[in-house]
Protein backbone atom coordinates (compact mmCIF):
# COMPACT_ATOMS: atom_id res chain seq x y z
CA UNK A 1 0.00 0.00 0.00
CA UNK A 2 2.72 2.08 0.77
CA UNK A 3 4.62 1.62 -2.94
CA UNK A 4 0.67 2.79 -4.24
CA UNK A 5 0.96 5.86 -2.71
CA UNK A 6 4.02 6.49 -3.81
CA UNK A 7 3.48 6.43 -7.28
CA UNK A 8 0.87 8.56 -7.06
CA UNK A 9 2.20 11.04 -5.01
CA UNK A 10 5.01 11.67 -7.60
CA UNK A 11 2.42 11.31 -10.32
CA UNK A 12 0.46 14.51 -8.52
CA UNK A 13 3.62 15.92 -7.55
CA UNK A 14 5.12 15.76 -11.57
CA UNK A 15 1.92 16.65 -12.59
CA UNK A 16 1.75 19.79 -10.47
CA UNK A 17 5.78 20.92 -12.10
CA UNK A 18 4.01 20.75 -15.52
CA UNK A 19 0.74 22.37 -15.36
CA UNK A 20 -0.01 24.22 -12.14
CA UNK A 21 -3.20 23.35 -10.49
CA UNK A 22 -3.70 27.09 -9.44
CA UNK A 23 -4.36 27.62 -13.32
CA UNK A 24 -7.70 25.35 -12.68
CA UNK A 25 -10.68 26.83 -11.28
CA UNK A 26 -11.89 25.71 -8.11
CA UNK A 27 -14.67 23.50 -9.21
CA UNK A 28 -11.81 21.20 -10.78
CA UNK A 29 -9.04 21.64 -9.10
CA UNK A 30 -10.35 19.39 -6.54
CA UNK A 31 -10.90 16.60 -8.79
CA UNK A 32 -7.05 16.46 -10.01
CA UNK A 33 -5.11 17.27 -7.11
CA UNK A 34 -4.17 14.69 -5.30
CA UNK A 35 -1.33 14.17 -1.99
CA UNK A 36 -0.50 11.24 -0.23
CA UNK A 37 -1.44 10.43 3.30
CA UNK A 38 -0.73 7.46 4.76
CA UNK A 39 -0.09 5.66 2.00
CA UNK A 40 -2.78 6.41 0.07
CA UNK A 41 -4.42 9.33 -1.87
CA UNK A 42 -6.79 12.00 -0.79
CA UNK A 43 -8.85 14.10 -3.16
CA UNK A 44 -7.93 17.94 -2.15
CA UNK A 45 -11.51 18.78 -2.30
CA UNK A 46 -15.49 18.02 -1.40
CA UNK A 47 -15.78 17.85 -5.25
CA UNK A 48 -13.24 15.53 -6.10
CA UNK A 49 -15.14 12.85 -3.92
CA UNK A 50 -18.05 13.59 -5.23
CA UNK A 51 -17.29 13.25 -8.73
CA UNK A 52 -15.13 10.39 -8.01
CA UNK A 53 -18.11 8.18 -6.11
CA UNK A 54 -20.35 8.97 -8.65
CA UNK A 55 -18.46 8.43 -11.69
CA UNK A 56 -18.41 4.49 -9.96
CA UNK A 57 -22.19 4.63 -9.09
CA UNK A 58 -23.67 5.58 -12.21
CA UNK A 59 -23.91 2.58 -14.78
CA UNK A 60 -26.01 0.44 -17.20
CA UNK A 61 -27.90 0.26 -13.75
CA UNK A 62 -29.35 3.81 -13.94
CA UNK A 63 -29.90 3.36 -17.59
CA UNK A 64 -30.89 -0.16 -18.58
CA UNK A 65 -32.06 -1.55 -15.66
CA UNK A 66 -33.73 1.26 -13.73
CA UNK A 67 -36.16 2.32 -17.05
CA UNK A 68 -36.59 -1.63 -17.01
CA UNK A 69 -37.29 -1.99 -13.40
CA UNK A 70 -39.65 1.15 -13.72
CA UNK A 71 -41.69 0.08 -16.46
CA UNK A 72 -42.24 -3.34 -14.53
CA UNK A 73 -43.35 -1.96 -11.43
CA UNK A 74 -45.76 0.39 -12.31
CA UNK A 75 -43.77 3.63 -12.81
CA UNK A 76 -44.58 6.25 -10.51
CA UNK A 77 -45.29 3.77 -7.63
CA UNK A 78 -42.24 2.25 -8.80
CA UNK A 79 -40.23 6.26 -8.56
CA UNK A 80 -41.81 6.74 -5.61
CA UNK A 81 -40.83 4.16 -3.19
CA UNK A 82 -37.37 4.27 -4.77
CA UNK A 83 -36.94 7.87 -3.40
CA UNK A 84 -38.22 6.49 -0.84
CA UNK A 85 -35.81 3.86 -0.28
CA UNK A 86 -32.68 6.26 -1.38
CA UNK A 87 -33.34 7.98 1.90
CA UNK A 88 -34.00 4.86 4.08
CA UNK A 89 -31.48 2.63 2.77
CA UNK A 90 -29.55 4.18 0.36
CA UNK A 91 -28.04 6.71 1.69
CA UNK A 92 -27.56 5.29 5.31
CA UNK A 93 -25.17 2.69 3.32
CA UNK A 94 -23.57 4.93 1.02
CA UNK A 95 -22.34 6.57 4.64
CA UNK A 96 -21.84 3.31 6.34
CA UNK A 97 -18.96 2.97 3.52
CA UNK A 98 -17.74 5.88 3.18
CA UNK A 99 -17.13 5.93 6.90
CA UNK A 100 -15.35 2.95 7.10
CA UNK A 101 -13.36 3.84 3.99
CA UNK A 102 -11.72 7.46 5.57
CA UNK A 103 -11.32 6.14 9.09
CA UNK A 104 -9.34 3.17 7.60
CA UNK A 105 -7.56 5.44 4.95
CA UNK A 106 -7.51 1.55 3.55
CA UNK A 107 -8.85 -0.22 -0.15
CA UNK A 108 -11.73 -2.37 0.82
CA UNK A 109 -9.66 -5.13 1.12
CA UNK A 110 -8.08 -4.78 3.95
CA UNK A 111 -10.18 -1.41 5.63
CA UNK A 112 -12.04 -3.68 7.78
CA UNK A 113 -8.79 -5.77 8.93
CA UNK A 114 -7.28 -2.46 10.12
CA UNK A 115 -10.58 -1.36 12.18
CA UNK A 116 -11.01 -4.37 13.48
CA UNK A 117 -7.60 -6.51 13.88
CA UNK A 118 -7.17 -9.78 14.29
CA UNK A 119 -10.89 -10.51 13.67
CA UNK A 120 -13.49 -12.19 11.81
CA UNK A 121 -14.88 -8.39 9.92
CA UNK A 122 -11.80 -8.88 7.19
CA UNK A 123 -13.95 -11.06 5.16
CA UNK A 124 -16.20 -8.48 4.65
CA UNK A 125 -13.39 -6.58 2.63
CA UNK A 126 -12.39 -9.53 0.85
CA UNK A 127 -15.77 -10.40 0.11
CA UNK A 128 -16.34 -6.95 -1.19
CA UNK A 129 -12.65 -6.98 -3.48
CA UNK A 130 -13.90 -10.31 -4.84
CA UNK A 131 -17.10 -10.07 -5.82
CA UNK A 132 -16.44 -6.29 -7.43
CA UNK A 133 -13.50 -8.58 -9.85
CA UNK A 134 -16.76 -10.96 -10.77
CA UNK A 135 -19.35 -8.42 -11.44
CA UNK A 136 -16.15 -7.05 -13.96
CA UNK A 137 -15.95 -10.46 -15.58
CA UNK A 138 -19.71 -10.69 -16.59
CA UNK A 139 -20.81 -6.94 -16.24
CA UNK A 140 -18.03 -6.78 -19.65
CA UNK A 141 -20.08 -9.34 -21.74
CA UNK A 142 -22.96 -6.78 -21.92
CA UNK A 143 -20.84 -3.48 -22.25
CA UNK A 144 -19.56 -5.42 -24.95
CA UNK A 145 -23.18 -5.66 -26.37
CA UNK A 146 -24.05 -1.95 -26.07
CA UNK A 147 -20.55 -1.49 -28.20
CA UNK A 148 -22.13 -3.90 -30.65
CA UNK A 149 -25.22 -2.02 -30.46
CA UNK A 150 -23.46 1.60 -31.35
CA UNK A 151 -21.51 -0.25 -34.36
CA UNK A 152 -24.84 -1.49 -35.60
CA UNK A 153 -26.24 1.94 -35.73
CA UNK A 154 -23.13 3.38 -36.64
CA UNK A 155 -23.45 1.70 -39.75
CA UNK A 156 -26.70 1.94 -40.85
CA UNK A 157 -27.43 -1.67 -40.20
CA UNK A 158 -30.72 -0.90 -38.08
CA UNK A 159 -31.87 1.47 -41.11
CA UNK A 160 -31.87 -1.14 -43.45
CA UNK A 161 -33.98 -3.77 -41.32
CA UNK A 162 -36.16 -0.53 -40.10
CA UNK A 163 -37.12 -0.01 -43.87
CA UNK A 164 -37.83 -4.08 -44.69
CA UNK A 165 -40.20 -3.81 -41.47
CA UNK A 166 -41.81 -0.68 -42.57
CA UNK A 167 -42.80 -1.88 -46.09
CA UNK A 168 -44.24 -5.18 -44.42
CA UNK A 169 -40.76 -7.46 -45.86
CA UNK A 170 -39.90 -8.33 -42.03
CA UNK A 171 -41.72 -8.14 -39.21
CA UNK A 172 -40.76 -6.75 -35.76
CA UNK A 173 -39.61 -10.21 -34.41
CA UNK A 174 -36.39 -9.62 -36.63
CA UNK A 175 -35.19 -7.40 -33.84
CA UNK A 176 -35.56 -10.20 -31.04
CA UNK A 177 -33.87 -12.55 -33.72
CA UNK A 178 -30.51 -10.57 -34.19
CA UNK A 179 -30.36 -10.51 -30.61
CA UNK A 180 -30.49 -13.64 -30.42
CA UNK A 181 -28.57 -14.90 -33.06
CA UNK A 182 -25.61 -12.08 -31.80
CA UNK A 183 -25.38 -13.42 -28.40
CA UNK A 184 -25.49 -16.80 -29.53
CA UNK A 185 -23.08 -16.27 -32.41
CA UNK A 186 -19.35 -18.24 -31.62
CA UNK A 187 -17.63 -15.23 -32.00
CA UNK A 188 -18.51 -11.96 -32.98
CA UNK A 189 -19.48 -11.24 -29.44
CA UNK A 190 -15.96 -12.20 -28.08
CA UNK A 191 -14.05 -9.80 -30.69
CA UNK A 192 -16.25 -6.81 -28.83
CA UNK A 193 -15.85 -8.38 -25.83
CA UNK A 194 -12.17 -7.97 -26.30
CA UNK A 195 -12.52 -4.43 -27.87
CA UNK A 196 -14.04 -3.78 -24.94
CA UNK A 197 -11.59 -4.77 -22.38
CA UNK A 198 -8.87 -3.15 -24.47
CA UNK A 199 -9.99 0.17 -23.87
CA UNK A 200 -11.51 -0.51 -20.03
CA UNK A 201 -7.19 -1.80 -19.75
CA UNK A 202 -5.47 1.20 -21.63
CA UNK A 203 -7.38 3.50 -18.90
CA UNK A 204 -6.35 1.54 -16.25
CA UNK A 205 -2.83 0.90 -16.63
CA UNK A 206 -2.11 4.67 -17.88
CA UNK A 207 -2.80 5.08 -14.33
CA UNK A 208 -4.76 7.86 -12.07
CA UNK A 209 -3.99 11.09 -13.80
CA UNK A 210 -3.50 10.16 -17.43
CA UNK A 211 -6.03 6.87 -17.55
CA UNK A 212 -8.96 7.23 -15.13
CA UNK A 213 -8.79 11.19 -14.58
CA UNK A 214 -8.24 12.56 -18.08
CA UNK A 215 -11.03 9.62 -19.11
CA UNK A 216 -13.46 10.61 -16.45
CA UNK A 217 -13.25 14.68 -17.23
CA UNK A 218 -14.09 13.43 -21.43
CA UNK A 219 -16.38 10.57 -20.47
CA UNK A 220 -18.88 11.86 -17.62
CA UNK A 221 -19.50 15.42 -18.96
CA UNK A 222 -20.29 13.96 -22.35
CA UNK A 223 -22.51 11.92 -20.91
CA UNK A 224 -24.67 14.48 -18.61
CA UNK A 225 -24.33 16.56 -21.82
CA UNK A 226 -26.03 13.95 -24.02
CA UNK A 227 -28.61 12.75 -21.83
CA UNK A 228 -29.58 16.42 -21.21
CA UNK A 229 -29.80 16.64 -25.14
CA UNK A 230 -31.52 13.47 -25.63
CA UNK A 231 -34.23 13.88 -22.59
CA UNK A 232 -34.97 17.37 -24.88
CA UNK A 233 -35.51 15.58 -28.03
CA UNK A 234 -37.56 12.74 -26.50
CA UNK A 235 -40.12 15.33 -25.13
CA UNK A 236 -40.73 16.29 -29.07
CA UNK A 237 -41.96 12.70 -29.34
CA UNK A 238 -45.70 12.14 -29.40
CA UNK A 239 -45.94 10.07 -26.40
CA UNK A 240 -44.09 12.50 -24.09
CA UNK A 241 -47.43 13.05 -21.88
CA UNK A 242 -48.04 10.17 -21.55
CA UNK A 243 -44.43 8.77 -20.08
CA UNK A 244 -44.83 11.79 -17.79
CA UNK A 245 -48.03 10.56 -16.58
CA UNK A 246 -46.81 6.57 -16.22
CA UNK A 247 -43.79 8.51 -14.16
CA UNK A 248 -44.92 11.17 -12.32
CA UNK A 249 -48.71 10.41 -11.69
CA UNK A 250 -48.77 8.46 -8.53
CA UNK A 251 -51.19 5.56 -8.75
CA UNK A 252 -51.84 3.86 -5.74
CA UNK A 253 -52.95 0.08 -7.25
CA UNK A 254 -49.28 -0.72 -8.13
CA UNK A 255 -48.05 0.07 -4.19
CA UNK A 256 -47.26 -3.59 -3.18
CA UNK A 257 -44.52 -5.17 -0.67
CA UNK A 258 -42.91 -6.61 -3.99
CA UNK A 259 -42.56 -3.12 -5.70
CA UNK A 260 -40.60 -2.01 -2.04
CA UNK A 261 -38.64 -4.68 -2.51
CA UNK A 262 -37.37 -4.39 -6.06
CA UNK A 263 -36.74 -0.94 -5.48
CA UNK A 264 -34.23 -2.08 -2.38
CA UNK A 265 -32.70 -4.44 -4.99
CA UNK A 266 -32.43 -1.59 -7.46
CA UNK A 267 -30.57 0.85 -5.22
CA UNK A 268 -28.09 -1.43 -4.55
CA UNK A 269 -27.39 -1.99 -7.87
CA UNK A 270 -27.82 1.50 -8.76
CA UNK A 271 -25.35 2.60 -5.83
CA UNK A 272 -22.80 0.29 -6.20
CA UNK A 273 -23.40 -0.91 -2.50
CA UNK A 274 -20.91 -3.80 -0.94
CA UNK A 275 -18.80 -3.56 -4.64
CA UNK A 276 -15.81 -1.59 -2.90
CA UNK A 277 -16.79 2.17 -2.51
CA UNK A 278 -15.15 1.94 0.51
CA UNK A 279 -11.65 2.39 -1.51
CA UNK A 280 -12.91 5.64 -2.68
CA UNK A 281 -13.99 6.76 0.36
CA UNK A 282 -10.54 6.18 1.93
CA UNK A 283 -9.28 9.14 -0.84
CA UNK A 284 -11.43 11.74 1.11
CA UNK A 285 -9.78 14.59 3.05
CA UNK A 286 -11.25 15.12 6.65
CA UNK A 287 -13.29 18.27 5.46
CA UNK A 288 -15.48 16.27 3.13
CA UNK A 289 -18.87 16.13 5.11
CA UNK A 290 -19.86 12.59 4.22
CA UNK A 291 -23.55 13.29 5.03
CA UNK A 292 -23.71 16.15 2.50
CA UNK A 293 -21.48 13.84 0.09
CA UNK A 294 -23.69 10.66 0.46
CA UNK A 295 -26.84 12.69 -0.99
CA UNK A 296 -25.08 14.62 -3.58
CA UNK A 297 -23.85 11.35 -4.96
CA UNK A 298 -27.18 9.81 -4.57
CA UNK A 299 -28.95 12.82 -6.11
CA UNK A 300 -26.84 12.38 -9.17
CA UNK A 301 -27.13 8.88 -9.32
CA UNK A 302 -30.83 9.16 -9.27
CA UNK A 303 -30.88 12.23 -11.62
CA UNK A 304 -29.03 9.93 -14.50
CA UNK A 305 -32.00 7.20 -13.56
CA UNK A 306 -34.43 9.30 -14.14
CA UNK A 307 -33.30 10.78 -17.32
CA UNK A 308 -33.03 7.42 -18.91
CA UNK A 309 -36.38 6.73 -17.92
CA UNK A 310 -37.80 10.46 -19.58
CA UNK A 311 -35.68 9.78 -22.54
CA UNK A 312 -36.85 5.96 -22.89
CA UNK A 313 -40.31 6.03 -22.01
CA UNK A 314 -41.70 9.01 -24.55
CA UNK A 315 -40.49 6.37 -27.21
CA UNK A 316 -41.77 3.83 -26.02
CA UNK A 317 -44.98 5.12 -25.57
CA UNK A 318 -45.19 6.98 -29.17
CA UNK A 319 -45.20 3.56 -30.44
CA UNK A 320 -48.55 1.49 -30.71
CA UNK A 321 -48.35 -1.72 -29.02
CA UNK A 322 -45.01 -0.90 -27.11
CA UNK A 323 -44.66 -1.48 -23.37
CA UNK A 324 -42.69 0.25 -20.79
CA UNK A 325 -42.57 -3.11 -18.86
CA UNK A 326 -40.62 -5.07 -21.98
CA UNK A 327 -38.13 -6.35 -19.37
CA UNK A 328 -34.30 -6.76 -20.14
CA UNK A 329 -35.06 -7.05 -23.55
CA UNK A 330 -36.05 -3.75 -24.01
CA UNK A 331 -32.54 -1.83 -24.30
CA UNK A 332 -31.56 -4.95 -26.86
CA UNK A 333 -34.49 -5.80 -28.79
CA UNK A 334 -38.15 -3.38 -28.20
CA UNK A 335 -35.98 -0.11 -28.34
CA UNK A 336 -34.44 -0.54 -32.02
CA UNK A 337 -38.10 -1.29 -33.07
CA UNK A 338 -39.39 1.49 -31.34
CA UNK A 339 -36.75 3.87 -32.34
CA UNK A 340 -37.68 3.00 -36.02
CA UNK A 341 -41.30 2.61 -36.02
CA UNK A 342 -41.16 6.15 -34.73
CA UNK A 343 -38.91 7.65 -36.46
CA UNK A 344 -38.47 5.75 -40.38
CA UNK A 345 -39.81 8.74 -41.67
CA UNK A 346 -36.54 10.96 -41.26
CA UNK A 347 -34.00 9.59 -42.13
CA UNK A 348 -30.60 11.40 -40.67
CA UNK A 349 -32.60 11.33 -36.75
CA UNK A 350 -33.24 7.45 -37.69
CA UNK A 351 -29.59 7.28 -37.78
CA UNK A 352 -28.86 9.35 -34.87
CA UNK A 353 -31.12 8.78 -32.16
CA UNK A 354 -29.88 5.21 -31.99
CA UNK A 355 -26.06 6.04 -32.39
CA UNK A 356 -26.36 8.70 -29.61
CA UNK A 357 -28.55 6.24 -27.42
CA UNK A 358 -26.02 3.93 -27.21
CA UNK A 359 -23.41 5.55 -27.38
CA UNK A 360 -24.73 7.31 -23.90
CA UNK A 361 -24.95 3.91 -22.63
CA UNK A 362 -21.94 2.44 -23.73
CA UNK A 363 -19.94 5.33 -22.06
CA UNK A 364 -21.98 4.90 -18.23
CA UNK A 365 -20.86 1.62 -18.65
CA UNK A 366 -17.72 2.12 -19.10
CA UNK A 367 -17.38 4.55 -16.48
CA UNK A 368 -18.66 1.96 -14.09
CA UNK A 369 -16.20 -0.98 -15.07
CA UNK A 370 -13.01 1.02 -15.00
CA UNK A 371 -14.19 1.48 -11.17
CA UNK A 372 -14.85 -2.17 -10.89
CA UNK A 373 -11.50 -2.84 -12.40
CA UNK A 374 -9.46 -0.54 -10.58
CA UNK A 375 -11.02 -2.14 -7.16
CA UNK A 376 -9.79 -5.19 -8.08
CA UNK A 377 -6.51 -3.82 -9.42
CA UNK A 378 -5.82 -1.81 -5.91
CA UNK A 379 -6.76 -4.75 -3.86
CA UNK A 380 -4.21 -7.18 -6.25
CA UNK A 381 -1.22 -5.27 -6.26
CA UNK A 382 -1.30 -4.39 -2.61
CA UNK A 383 -2.07 -7.80 -1.12
CA UNK A 384 -0.14 -9.52 -4.07
CA UNK A 385 2.85 -7.62 -3.86
CA UNK A 386 2.64 -6.65 -7.53
CA UNK A 387 3.60 -3.33 -9.55
CA UNK A 388 -0.06 -1.67 -10.70
CA UNK A 389 0.70 -2.51 -13.97
CA UNK A 390 1.14 -6.05 -13.60
CA UNK A 391 -1.93 -5.91 -11.19
CA UNK A 392 -3.93 -4.64 -13.68
CA UNK A 393 -2.63 -6.92 -16.52
CA UNK A 394 -3.23 -9.49 -14.65
CA UNK A 395 -7.05 -8.57 -13.75
CA UNK A 396 -7.56 -7.70 -17.25
CA UNK A 397 -6.36 -11.13 -18.78
CA UNK A 398 -8.49 -13.12 -15.82
CA UNK A 399 -11.53 -10.86 -16.67
CA UNK A 400 -11.09 -11.75 -20.27
CA UNK A 401 -11.09 -15.33 -19.65
CA UNK A 402 -13.67 -15.37 -17.50
CA UNK A 403 -16.04 -13.14 -19.81
CA UNK A 404 -15.09 -15.47 -22.31
CA UNK A 405 -16.56 -18.29 -20.90
CA UNK A 406 -19.59 -15.95 -19.61
CA UNK A 407 -20.22 -15.14 -23.46
CA UNK A 408 -20.09 -18.67 -24.57
CA UNK A 409 -22.48 -19.89 -22.31
CA UNK A 410 -25.21 -17.69 -23.34
CA UNK A 411 -24.28 -19.71 -27.14
CA UNK A 412 -22.34 -22.44 -27.80
CA UNK A 413 -22.08 -23.75 -24.77
CA UNK A 414 -25.68 -23.06 -23.40
CA UNK A 415 -26.24 -26.63 -22.37
CA UNK A 416 -23.54 -26.44 -19.53
CA UNK A 417 -25.42 -25.86 -16.25
CA UNK A 418 -24.41 -24.96 -13.16
CA UNK A 419 -27.18 -25.34 -10.29
CA UNK A 420 -29.85 -25.23 -13.06
CA UNK A 421 -28.19 -22.04 -15.03
CA UNK A 422 -25.79 -21.26 -17.37
CA UNK A 423 -21.81 -19.72 -16.59
CA UNK A 424 -23.45 -16.16 -16.78
CA UNK A 425 -26.09 -16.66 -15.40
CA UNK A 426 -24.81 -18.11 -12.45
CA UNK A 427 -22.27 -15.55 -11.96
CA UNK A 428 -24.97 -12.98 -12.12
CA UNK A 429 -26.81 -14.79 -9.38
CA UNK A 430 -24.34 -15.64 -7.19
CA UNK A 431 -23.36 -11.71 -6.47
CA UNK A 432 -26.35 -9.82 -6.88
CA UNK A 433 -28.35 -12.61 -4.61
CA UNK A 434 -25.90 -13.44 -2.10
CA UNK A 435 -22.67 -11.63 -2.10
CA UNK A 436 -23.44 -8.21 -2.56
CA UNK A 437 -26.49 -8.31 0.07
CA UNK A 438 -23.95 -10.07 2.71
CA UNK A 439 -21.45 -7.50 2.06
CA UNK A 440 -23.92 -4.62 2.56
CA UNK A 441 -24.84 -6.35 5.43
CA UNK A 442 -21.64 -6.40 6.90
CA UNK A 443 -21.02 -3.05 6.06
CA UNK A 444 -24.39 -2.20 8.10
CA UNK A 445 -23.78 -4.01 11.19
CA UNK A 446 -19.96 -3.23 11.05
CA UNK A 447 -20.92 0.69 11.78
CA UNK A 448 -23.33 0.44 13.68
CA UNK A 449 -22.38 -2.35 16.06
CA UNK A 450 -18.55 -3.42 16.06
CA UNK A 451 -17.45 0.63 15.33
CA UNK A 452 -17.05 2.46 18.27
CA UNK A 453 -20.16 6.19 19.19
CA UNK A 454 -17.48 8.10 18.92
CA UNK A 455 -15.37 7.27 15.60
CA UNK A 456 -18.51 7.31 14.20
CA UNK A 457 -19.87 10.22 15.17
CA UNK A 458 -16.13 11.77 14.33
CA UNK A 459 -16.18 10.90 11.32
CA UNK A 460 -19.78 12.34 10.36
CA UNK A 461 -18.80 15.41 11.72
CA UNK A 462 -15.95 15.71 10.37
CA UNK A 463 -13.70 15.81 13.58
CA UNK A 464 -16.15 18.16 15.66
CA UNK A 465 -15.88 20.85 12.94
CA UNK A 466 -20.16 20.38 12.36
CA UNK A 467 -23.03 19.39 13.28
CA UNK A 468 -24.74 15.82 12.58
CA UNK A 469 -27.80 15.32 15.23
CA UNK A 470 -29.09 12.21 12.90
CA UNK A 471 -27.14 10.24 14.74
CA UNK A 472 -29.23 8.33 17.08
CA UNK A 473 -31.61 7.65 14.09
CA UNK A 474 -28.69 6.52 11.47
CA UNK A 475 -27.51 3.77 14.02
CA UNK A 476 -30.72 2.62 14.54
CA UNK A 477 -31.55 2.18 10.56
CA UNK A 478 -27.80 0.42 10.60
CA UNK A 479 -28.71 -1.61 13.34
CA UNK A 480 -32.67 -2.73 12.69
CA UNK A 481 -33.71 -1.42 9.97
CA UNK A 482 -31.82 -2.06 7.14
CA UNK A 483 -30.55 -5.81 8.19
CA UNK A 484 -33.98 -6.54 8.19
CA UNK A 485 -34.79 -5.00 4.72
CA UNK A 486 -31.46 -7.04 2.97
CA UNK A 487 -32.01 -10.26 4.65
CA UNK A 488 -35.96 -9.75 3.42
CA UNK A 489 -34.59 -8.78 -0.55
CA UNK A 490 -31.87 -11.78 -0.22
CA UNK A 491 -34.77 -14.06 1.10
CA UNK A 492 -37.54 -13.30 -1.19
CA UNK A 493 -34.73 -13.35 -4.10
CA UNK A 494 -33.05 -17.14 -3.02
CA UNK A 495 -36.74 -18.55 -2.87
CA UNK A 496 -38.41 -16.68 -5.70
CA UNK A 497 -41.15 -15.36 -3.28
CA UNK A 498 -43.43 -13.38 -4.36
CA UNK A 499 -45.14 -10.40 -2.72
CA UNK A 500 -47.15 -8.59 -5.16
Avoid at 22 to 50: A, C, H, N, W
Avoid at 54 to 80: C, D, K
Avoid at 143 to 170: H, K, M, P, T
Avoid at 412 to 438: A, C, K, Q
Amino acid sequence: MKAIGQFYGEVASKSAKIFPLSLLPDYLRGVFKMSESQGGLKFSTRIGGILAAAGSAVGMGNIWRFPTQTGENGGSAFLLVYLAVIFIFGIPLLLSEFIIGRRSRANVGNAYSVLAPHSSWGIVGWASAIVAFVIFCYYNVVVAWVLYYLWESLNGSFQDIGREVASGALSGEIYAQKFGDFIGHPWKPLVVLGLTMLVIHVIIVAGVKKGIELASRLLMPTLFFMMILMVFFAFTMPGAGKACEFLFSFNPDYLTPGVFLSAIGQCFYSFSIGMGLVTYASYFPESVRLNRTAFSVGFMDTAVAVMAGLIIFPAVFSVANASPASGPGLVFVSLPNVFNSSLHDHAFLNWLIPVAFYFILFVAAVTSAMFLHEVATAFLSDKGGMSRRRAATVITLLGTALGVVSSLSMGIWSDIHIFGMNFFEFLDYSTSRIVLPLTGLGASLFVGWRMSRNDVLDELTSGGTVRFIWLPVFLFLLRYVIPILIMTVMITQLFDISLS
